[in-house]
């Protein structure tokens, strides 16, 4: 095809997840490392040579983890310090070393084999150490890398910042990603709520995910990459790199207080996983936490926490957003993500069985213990606490719920809404709860019967479905009468187009990831609460999710000047 | 021969990040430092190797031995069980 065909040519369709428009070069994830054929040294030729190049591999992938760890923070920079030090682990040189003199093997076969070793033994004594088997084989492939002159398997180092193309990332190189770095993720396959796709959201990367044609894309290719329309250009003519060249995202800040442009209120929260993400959201500015996961807290672990960790953690989210609301939601483990302590069996469908709430009734003293804690801290600290429940079915699961709150004194209980029933009946789960916080991941899941992690059913497993936004619409319905206010604590949340449905639909607050926070503030101030009305009408009034967000991002011209 | 007993304390027992700061202290200091579970059957490791050490699946609780052959190693060593004991 010539580049004058190009220019015209249709761009490539995808799921945009996190909205940005750039344009860049396309760098293709380096390959990963296979298993090294089983040859031995020549004849005649001195092991000595071969046993030093493996001790100078290791220590060269050593000195370059920890280059990389140098150019980033927080968790991904201990992550990679600490996968330095196995690199060059003198355990792991030493058993290649002996593979070499013993048996006469190639320094990459005798690295693949001693390091494959070593995982398979961290991977026999299970829990968290087995977690770890992924990382000695990473570091293998890297060293075996060096050794055959091969590029390091992963994300590249061009030297420049570019459009990062591939498959789809595994979670060591999701921990490597810098937004400084790449300007965009194309990826041919990922879900909309995959690892990769929250990892991008919360780096302000943005991302397609579901590209076909991706995987097609070469090295070097000239793209433009429209996220927020989904859309990748492959060699892209003058005018659009300029228009993208003219909207390149700016690093916007968020206010600290969002308004429609007519002046209704929405406040804009934070979604916090770890005590040390409340620092980060408060400084980013948002008006308190919509959604904070205490799972961390149980993770991992072999018991349940004492109550004194518990508040320690609590207390020091809470501290970080003195006289806001903080949204605790409770526990959600059980056959989908399992805890050892719960004792919950396995389960043929895990996503239909005993979680959330419902662990209660194998473990009620897990919830009690729970919300003791979180009464403790929220009494040392000045933050206005409220607490949920995830996966609340009915009107007297949330009766329970907030009658157990009640009893530790927390008074502002409340329910997720994620499952269909909940939302079709909120009126009734309102009676006693006094706030709805809606999960849209869960509730599309469930209303669409499309596993979300399965990217063939991305457009199914999409909040834009026009029966999950009206399963919204009624919470908010079922909620109006008794002035319970309700929140959007799903990653639709983040989506600038969909958060102006959203607050057309009836919800009144949105939590996101803080690095969402500034973009979506920008759209709804270009918007008064009419226009949202009337584009949650025309989203309602779609065929299909695809339908939908093309008529809202048609109808909404704030988007494409903020280039979003 | 100095040696040192210590209680591994971590929640997750001696995993990835205290045993690569374990093995990091050690290669700085330059002496040979071996680590064993305690009793009669503890096979002593390098303890300059992470992935050795971590190979011993050391759970919170565990009682160890660190040990040296350098007559000037009793200050490391203490160093090092007092990492051992640290709560990360």
């Known amino acids: 095809m010539s580049a004058t065909q190009r220019d015209t040519a249709a761009p490539l369709r995808g799921l945009g997840v996190v909205p940005g428009l750039v344009s860049g070069q396309a760098i293709r994830m380096s390959p990963t490392v296979s298993e090294p054929p089983r040859t031995q040294l020549p004849p005649g030729t001195s092991t000595d040579p071969a046993a030093a190049r ?256 518990q508040v320690a953690s609590y207390r020091e989210v809470f501290a970080a957003f003195p006289d806001r609301k903080v949204v605790v939601r409770t526990l959600d483990a059980g056959a989908d993500k399992p805890l050892p302590f719960l004792g919950v069996p396995d389960e043929p469908n895990p996503a239909l069985g005993v979680r959330g709430l419902r662990v209660a009734t194998y473990a009620p003293e897990i919830l009690d213990e729970q919300l003791a804690a979180i009464a403790e801290a929220a009494a040392a600290e000045r933050a206005e606490v409220w607490v949920m429940a995830p996966m609340v079915s009915t009107a007297a699961e949330a009766d329970a719920f907030v009658d157990r709150c009640g009893r530790y004194g927390l008074t502002s209980a409340g329910v997720m809404i994620e499952v269909p029933s909940a939302a079709i009946l909120s009126r009734h789960l309102l009676r006693t709860a006094t706030f709805a916080s809606i999960g849209t991941n869960d509730l599309t899941q469930y209303a669409m019967a499309a596993d979300r992690m399965l990217p063939q059913l991305a457009s199914l497993g999409s909040a834009w479905q026009p029966a999950v936004l009206a399963l919204v619409a009624q919470t908010c319905q079922g909620a109006a009468p008794r002035g319970r206010p309700v929140g959007v604590c799903g990653e639709a949340a983040a989506d600038p187009a969909l958060a102006a449905v959203l607050v057309g639909l009836g919800v009144s607050s949105l939590s996101m990831s803080a690095s969402a926070l500034a973009d979506v503030e920008a759209v709804l101030a270009r918007v008064d609460q009419d226009d949202c009305v009337r584009l949650a009408q025309q989203a309602l009034d779609a065929d299909g999710a695809d339908q939908a967000r093309q008529i809202v991002r048609q109808n909404l011209p704030a988007l494409s000047e903020l280039g979003l | 021969m100095p040696t040192q007993r210590a209680v591994v304390q971590s929640p997750d027992g001696l995993h990835a990040r205290p045993a690569a700061a374990l093995a990091q202290r050690v290669a700085a200091a330059g002496l040979p430092v071996s680590l064993a579970r305690a009793g009669d059957d503890g096979m002593p490791v390098d303890a300059a190797s992470m992935l050795a050490m971590m190979g011993l699946g050391l759970s919170r609780g565990d009682v160890v031995v660190l040990s040296s052959d350098a007559p000037d190693s009793a200050a490391l060593l203490a160093e090092l069980g007092a990492l051992i004991e640290a709560t990360e």
């Open chain 1, 54 to 309: 493996i001790a100078e591999a290791a220590t060269e992938v050593g000195r370059e983890l920890s280059t990389a760890a140098d150019r980033t923070s927080g968790t991904s920079a201990e992550l990679l310090r600490t996968t330095a030090v196995m690199a060059a682990d003198p355990a792991l040189v030493a058993a290649a070393q002996a593979l070499v003199r013993n048996e006469r093997l190639t320094p990459e076969s005798a690295v693949w084999s001693a390091g494959t070793a070593l995982a398979d033994q961290l991977a026999g004594l299970g829990g968290v150490l087995a977690e770890r088997a992924r990382d000695v084989r990473d570091v293998r492939d890297r060293i075996v890398a060096v050794l055959l002159g091969r590029p390091a398997p992963g994300i590249p180092e061009p030297g420049h910042p570019f459009v990062l193309v591939a498959h789809d990332l595994a979670p060591a190189d999701t921990a490597r990603l810098d937004a400084g770095r790449v300007l965009a993720l194309v990826l041919s396959g990922g879900g909309a709520t995959s690892h990769t796709a929250i990892l991008a959201r919360a780096l302000g990367i943005p991302t397609v995910l579901g590209v076909a044609g991706a995987d097609d894309i070469p090295t070097g290719t000239a793209l433009v990459v429209d996220a927020g329309a989904g859309a990748v250009h492959l060699d892209p003519g003058p005018d659009l790199v300029a228009r993208a060249g003219s909207v390149t995202r700016r690093r916007r800040t968020f206010s600290g207080r969002c308004t429609t442009r007519d002046g209704r209120p929405v406040p804009l929260l934070a979604n916090v996983g770890a005590p040390g993400d409340a620092a980060a959201a408060a400084q980013a500015g948002a008006e308190g936490v919509g959604l904070f996961r205490t799972e961390f807290c149980f993770l991992d672990r072999t018991e349940a926490p004492r109550r004194c960790e």
